[in-house]
């Protein structure tokens, strides 16, 4: 399995960017897809999920302002990031769990928010 990740930048606050993530490989079921960030020395922290079904799921501290949608032929998912702060700046990695509970993540896409 492998997932790509694009669209992340430098961005100044109260901008916008979109990311993109999408997988390939042998895939027969994705039970989520979604993403966390991390900054360094800081635990991974669920951003926004979504589920084959279309459930979402966000972090407090971006409700309102990410939203995350995906395509579900295409295994790929999206997280449209408006009203950007700076303390959104982290490294933003996709990842995608199959039914079993088997995780994968992409390499991680850079987002720097400036002020």
């Known amino acids: 399995v492998q997932l790509v990740e694009s669209g992340g930048g430098l961005v100044q606050a109260g901008g916008s960017l979109r990311l993109s993530c999408e997988a390939s490989?042998?895939?027969?079921?994705?039970?989520?897809m979604g993403w966390y960030r991390q900054a360094p020395g800081n635990q991974r922290e669920l951003v926004a999920a979504?589920?084959?079904?279309?459930?979402?799921n966000y972090a407090d501290s971006v409700k309102g302002r990410f939203s995350i949608s995906r395509d579900n032929g295409e295994n790929t998912v999206y997280l449209q990031m408006n009203s950007l702060k700076p303390e959104d700046t982290d490294v933003y990695y996709c990842?995608?769990?199959?039914?079993?509970?088997?995780?994968?993540w992409g390499q991680g896409t850079q987002v720097t928010v400036s002020s």
């Open positions: 979504v589920t084959r079904g279309g459930s979402t």
């Open positions: 490989g042998i895939i027969f079921s994705i039970a989520a």
């Open positions: 990842y995608v769990q199959g039914s079993s509970g088997s995780k994968w």
